[in-house]
């Protein structure tokens, strides 16, 4: 079995793009750029960073990325799992939206969010290390923070008010949370600060005709196997205000044997999955050469 895996705006850095400038597959981000009326090109090869983490060019740039990929890649995946916007990429994967579908509402989740942010100022930070205890008492002791992100054993991720999160890190040693590191990200996302955002996506979803699909998606929300058929509006648009169970959803995958591959920039998922499934195969695809060891994803 193998497994598709596709990352968030949290694995994006500027000039990610440029490797794959010459390659055959590029087209596609002129595809995504002709869908959208957005220079993609341009964000993903030569975007400095205060342009390129604004939430929605983020979002936009990460997908396209993982679209051209995707095309020079050729994988036959039997199953796929996206983390947060990767669940995005993952539905095109799956063939339960297509390009145009995909383009179309990663817009809107953009969007969104930057403007639920600007009402709502917030932002993330990863808890490393932490026991359940800890992070149980810690988040008790701070109401307005949320787990927003279960990654792997001993890797999660809190969303909150900045002021909340400012605090909640100065305590951090009395809390038991041995390291807190801030993340480079727009807003709270993946908490009741994207409840905004969540009623301005459901109207792109709802606009939505998502199709059956070659391949099921196990979902954020509550890592599960689900084809086209599933109600993926109210999947996608409870993401925006439920945590990520990346956890679960590999935990989820039956075949103890199954192979990963990523596919998009960063490689972050990649070494995930080796804390959450030690000894199975993983590979990231996010360089051209990258390619030249795919063997096992084909």
């Known amino acids: 079995m193998l497994v598709a895996l596709f990352p968030g705006?949290?694995?994006?850095?500027?000039?990610?793009?440029?490797?794959?400038?010459?390659?055959?597959?590029?087209?596609?981000?002129?595809?995504?750029?002709?869908?959208?009326?957005?220079?993609?090109?341009?964000?993903?090869?030569?975007?400095?960073l205060e342009e390129l983490v604004r939430t929605d060019n983020a979002q936009l740039a990460t997908f396209a990325l993982s679209a051209m990929i995707s095309d020079a890649l050729?994988?036959?995946?039997?199953?796929?799992?996206?983390h947060s916007l990767g669940e995005y990429s993952a539905l095109r994967e799956a063939g339960i939206v297509d390009l145009e579908a995909g383009t179309r509402l990663v817009?809107?989740?953009?969007?969104?969010?930057?403007?639920?942010?600007?009402?709502?100022?917030?932002?993330?930070?990863a808890v490393l290390g932490a026991s359940e205890e800890s992070l149980?008492?810690?988040?008790?002791?701070?109401?307005?923070?949320?787990?927003?992100?279960?990654?792997?054993?001993?890797?999660?991720?809190?969303?909150?008010?900045?002021?909340?999160?400012?605090?909640?890190?100065?305590?951090?040693?009395?809390l038991g949370l041995r390291k807190v590191i801030p993340l480079e990200v727009g807003g709270a996302f993946h908490s009741p600060l994207m409840a905004p955002?969540?009623?301005?996506?459901?109207?792109?979803l709802d606009a939505t005709e998502f199709q059956h699909g070659h391949l099921?998606?196990?979902?954020?929300?509550?890592?599960?196997?689900?084809?086209?058929?599933?109600?993926?509006?109210?999947?996608?648009?409870?993401?925006?205000?439920?945590?990520?169970?990346?956890?679960?959803?590999v935990l989820a995958v039956p075949d103890e044997r199954a192979r990963f591959v990523e596919i998009g920039p960063?490689?972050?998922?990649?070494?995930?999955?080796?804390?959450?499934?030690?000894?199975?195969?993983?590979?990231?695809v996010g360089l051209p050469e990258d390619l030249l060891d795919s063997e096992g994803a084909s």
């Open 9 to 48: 705006q949290g694995s994006l850095r500027p000039g990610m793009g440029i490797p794959w400038s010459e390659h055959p597959s590029s087209h596609v981000l002129d595809d995504i750029g002709a869908l959208c009326g957005i220079d993609v090109r341009h964000l993903v090869e030569e975007a400095p």
């Open 74 to 82: 050729g994988a036959a995946a039997d199953v796929a799992i996206g």
């Open 197 to 204: 955002a969540r009623a301005k996506l459901r109207a792109a």
């Open 136 to 174: 149980a008492a810690a988040l008790e002791e701070f109401p307005d923070v949320v787990l927003a992100n279960e990654n792997a054993p001993g890797q999660m991720v809190l969303a909150g008010p900045l002021a909340a999160l400012d605090e909640l890190r100065e305590q951090s040693r009395e």
């Open 107 to 125: 817009l809107a989740r953009g969007q969104a969010m930057a403007e639920a942010s600007e009402e709502y100022p917030g932002s993330m930070v």
């Open 266 to 284: 960063g490689g972050i998922l990649a070494g995930l999955i080796k804390r959450i499934r030690p000894g199975a195969t993983v590979r990231s």
């Open 216 to 249: 099921p998606v196990i979902a954020n929300v509550d890592a599960q196997s689900h084809d086209g058929t599933a109600d993926w509006v109210e999947l996608l648009s409870s993401q925006l205000t439920s945590p990520v169970r990346f956890l679960a959803s």
